[in-house]
């Protein structure tokens, strides 16, 4: 029997015999994660699943835990991502500097070649073009 990184083989006593079953790790972690949530599922849903558990060698359990894991993760990553953009904006009207998209693409394609170009000129912002999405 080969054993996957991620499981661990578990002996139980079966009829007077010991006979491996194999349960993925996230068994071993009651102390960890002591919280219960029930979820109501479609049965579609539910069936899919079992399928995709099946195939990936997972309870459906562990697949369940390992999406959401996967989709706070991406969550995570987006809000950052937006907390950056915001943070971005906010220092382009605190500074009130931009840089010209032409001037930008010149500079990168000359450093992209290995050249050492001058960076290009900060402008003044142009309030009456300035898209501010909070208004």
Avoid at 42 to 47: I, V
Avoid at 76 to 89: I, M, T, W
Wanted: charged letters at 20%; a negative charge.
């Amino acid at each position: 029997m080969t054993i996957r990184r991620w499981e661990v083989a578990i002996f139980i006593q079966n009829s007077g015999t010991q006979s491996p079953e194999v349960l993925p790790w996230c068994h071993l972690l009651e102390n960890v994660m002591p919280a219960t949530t029930s979820l109501k599922l479609p049965d579609a849903l539910k069936a899919s699943i079992a399928k995709v558990a099946a195939f990936e060698g997972k309870t459906a359990h562990a697949l369940m835990v390992d999406t959401l894991q996967a989709a706070m993760d991406d969550a995570l990553v987006r809000q950052q991502f937006y907390a950056d953009g915001e943070a971005s904006y906010q220092d382009t009207l605190r500074t009130n500097a931009v840089f010209g998209g032409a001037d930008v693409k010149v500079y990168v394609m000359a450093r992209a070649a290995g050249g050492k170009p001058q960076r290009p000129q900060a402008l003044p912002l142009d309030a009456a073009q300035a898209n501010d999405p909070g208004a």
